[in-house]
């Protein structure tokens, strides 16, 4: 998060700020979680792994092996987030 905020100078001149994070391509998707304990991603990306498999017998796939997993994926995540940000935050 600080190495995202720190490229942000308008931030600094309001008191509360909204974020919004968007991604368009179709195969790529966000997730948020805190950064407190490592183990939390790793979890994460165990259970998604779980939900798509990549060695599936998957019929689309005319660009390469992982473009249908990473299809799935973001069926179970988002493609924006908007945040709200408090200057002592």
Same mark, same amino acid.
């Given at each position: 998060?600080?190495? +995202?905020?720190?490229? @942000?100078?308008?931030? #600094?001149?309001?008191? @509360?700020?909204?974020? $919004?994070?968007? @991604?368009? &391509?179709t =195969?790529?998707?966000?997730?948020? =979680?805190? $950064? !407190?304990?490592? /183990?939390?991603?790793? /979890?994460a990306?165990? +259970?998604?792994? #779980?939900?798509?498999? #990549?060695? $599936? !017998?998957?019929? &689309?796939? /005319?660009?390469? #092996? /992982?473009y249908?997993? !990473? &299809?799935?994926?973001?069926?179970?995540?988002? &493609?924006?987030? @908007?945040?709200?940000?408090?200057? =002592?935050?």
């Amino acid at each position: 998060t600080n190495e +995202i905020l720190q490229h @942000i100078p308008e931030r #600094k001149q309001n008191e @509360i700020s909204l974020m $919004n994070f968007f @991604i368009q &391509h179709t =195969n790529v998707s966000l997730l948020m =979680n805190e $950064n !407190a304990v490592p /183990d939390v991603r790793v /979890d994460a990306e165990t +259970i998604l792994n #779980k939900l798509v498999q #990549k060695n $599936n !017998a998957y019929k &689309h796939l /005319d660009e390469s #092996k /992982d473009y249908m997993p !990473a &299809h799935e994926n973001v069926q179970y995540t988002v &493609h924006q987030l @908007i945040l709200l940000l408090h200057q =002592n935050s």
